[in-house]
């Protein structure tokens, strides 16, 4: 390489590492565009994301709901490439924290459940924000000071097979499974101790967790994940599953297997929501794809496309069976006693 090579390549190392010393952080991005008009705000955000070409989305969302989105967002952003690495809820934390710790700084967006995704405030991995659309959101669907917005909410429903429980059989309240019928016949999350800080709160401390006493001697079959424990049902391995997400679980109806809901009083709904990254690689992008999603048209597709649970007023709903006002908003003050709740619910189960 010729001297005037050389200087020139030293030269172009020393303006790109400036620029990425110089480059926009998020905390930046948000406070810059906070007071923008919808105009200006993704005007602004357009340009960074032009440059930054990519977004790493950490979610929860199975892959094929995913594309779907991207879909969307792709037809009307089509500079910025939404890449996406899905696993369970434990998997998406776990990665998150482990990157964050070690300075890896990979992720713009995590998606995973508000209750559980309280860590990631807690740690300092997660950063405040807005969004233009917030006064369109039920009230309890973010968070006040903006770590959180709902993607999209999901119902807490009892699942059976109709070819072995006929519908007026099914079971319509918690009261109904203590049904000695339905001993040895029930799958149940071994997680789901949202269940016990739902009654709690409708009936009681000490009358909810007599029931969970007395439920616990119905022998009942722990499996993990509403996916697996559908099919499971649909295939006839057992008749009911208790604490499944309806909402998932009704394409697979849609689909052709012989399911059926019940929605058991207290009415949980469990808020998926988004927290982006503080040290997030691509933070007009970042925010670009959060605004696109709890905007109007983003919700639409989550609700009528992808069958979701949308906090945002006003959207059509693809399965209405499921719609109504909770009881119960599995949010961060379950969170934050997340540890003590499920000792205490695995305890009364006997797990």
Do not use: C
């Amino acid at each position: 390489m010729t001297f005037f090579g050389k200087y020139l390549l030293v030269v172009l190392t020393f303006f790109i590492g400036l620029a990425r010393i110089d480059a926009a952080t998020l905390p930046e991005v948000a406070s810059q565009v906070e007071k923008m008009s919808r105009a200006e705000r993704e005007a602004f955000l357009v340009k960074g994301a032009r440059e930054e070409k990519d977004i790493m989305f950490y979610a929860t969302t199975p892959v094929t709901q995913v594309a779907v989105l991207k879909k969307y967002f792709s037809a009307r952003y089509p500079f910025v490439d939404l890449k996406h690495y899905y696993s369970p809820r434990q998997g998406i934390l776990n990665k998150t924290l482990a990157e964050y710790r070690g300075n890896a700084n990979l992720v713009d967006v995590v998606m995973t459940d508000v209750s559980y995704g309280t860590v990631l405030m807690k740690e300092g991995v997660s950063a405040a924000y807005t969004t233009p659309d917030v006064q369109r959101y039920v009230r309890g669907s973010y968070d006040p000071k903006g770590q959180w917005y709902t993607m999209y909410m999901l119902t807490t429903a009892l699942v059976y097979n109709r070819n072995q429980v006929k519908a007026g059989d099914a079971p319509k309240t918690y009261q109904d499974l203590l049904d000695p019928k339905w001993k040895g016949k029930m799958i149940f999350d071994p997680e789901a101790a949202f269940v016990m800080a739902a009654m709690e709160q409708a009936w009681g401390k000490e009358k909810a967790r007599d029931y969970l006493a007395r439920l616990a001697k119905q022998d009942l079959i722990f499996r993990r994940g509403t996916t697996l424990t559908s099919q499971l049902i649909a295939a006839g391995e057992q008749p009911i599953g208790v604490t499944i997400n309806a909402e998932t679980t009704a394409d697979m109806r849609d689909k052709g297997a012989p399911l059926a809901f019940s929605v058991l009083p207290p009415r949980i709904i469990k808020p998926n929501g988004f927290f982006v990254a503080k040290k997030a690689p691509h933070p007009h992008a970042a925010l670009l794809f959060t605004d696109w999603s709890l905007s109007e048209e983003g919700q639409k597709v989550l609700a009528v496309d992808l069958g979701k649970g949308v906090a945002m007023k006003g959207i059509p709903s693809k399965y209405k069976e499921f719609q109504g006002e909770p009881d119960y908003v599995v949010g961060p003050e379950f969170g934050s006693q997340l540890k003590q709740h499920m000792a205490d619910f695995q305890k009364i189960l006997g797990m």
